[in-house]
């Protein structure tokens, strides 16, 4: 059974850019939620998405946008990038949404210069 | 605002000893807590979970412990192995819903 992929792998994109980062999440899987990693900070839940509607949303600026297509793959963008977006975002599957039956990606790592 | 609080950055134990990962919130909703561990370049994965109405949840040498009046819980690895080495993630949320709250993370490493 494949994993949640995302793609790309790493990122490297100039300040005032816009970026976009897609996700595939497990066969079967309605939810998709993503959340970014920086060091010191843990993860912080962006958004979740079921069944192509934003279902919750976490405390992230408006430049941080995603949806979902009826395939369940969903996609993240953020515009006019700041070093400060520079980190690791992880997208996470699961049927239901609950935290216990997620199943992480390995993460875009985004550099911002 | 850290809801979930991880405030030793790293641990390092022996080979066969005992792990105790410590993880502290504030939001007195919570209800749901759970443990990932991610190893580099790949993305976390489950551990083990518990809800408010226990306070321990054992599945095999892994045990996690919650103290709801301190806001404390943590997770203890008997024995450690040097495959345990990872960094583990505390985690909470209401009603074991998709809204997780994390922690910084506790780098673990086992010394052989």
């Known amino acids: 059974k494949a994993g949640v992929t995302q793609t790309p792998r790493y990122l490297i994109k100039t300040r005032g850019q816009q970026v976009t980062l897609s996700c595939s999440p497990i066969s079967g899987h309605r939810s998709v939620s993503w959340y970014q990693q920086t060091p010191g900070q843990g993860l912080q839940f962006l958004f979740e998405y079921f069944s192509e509607t934003q279902r919750n949303k976490g405390n992230f600026p408006g430049r941080f946008s995603g949806r979902q297509f009826s395939n369940s793959r969903s996609e993240m963008n953020v515009s006019t990038l700041e070093l400060g977006d520079s980190a690791l975002y992880l997208c996470?599957?699961?049927?239901?949404?609950?935290?216990?039956?997620?199943?992480f990606g390995s993460g875009t790592r985004l550099t911002v210069v | 605002d850290q809801q979930v609080k991880q405030n030793s950055p790293s641990l390092s134990v022996q080979e066969g000893r005992i792990s105790i990962l410590n993880c502290d919130y504030t939001n007195s909703m919570f209800d749901y807590f759970l443990w990932y561990k991610k190893y580099p370049a790949e993305g976390p994965t489950f551990l083990i979970s518990i809800s408010s109405i226990k306070d321990k949840n054992e599945d095999g040498r892994f045990t996690v412990f919650l103290n709801k009046s301190a806001k404390h819980l943590s997770l203890h690895i008997v024995p450690s192995q040097p495959g345990d080495s990872a960094v583990y993630f505390c985690a909470a949320s209401e009603d074991n819903n998709n809204d997780m709250r994390f922690g910084a993370g506790t780098r673990l490493t086992v010394k052989p």
């Open positions: 996470a599957s699961s049927q239901s949404g609950t935290g216990s039956g997620y199943t």
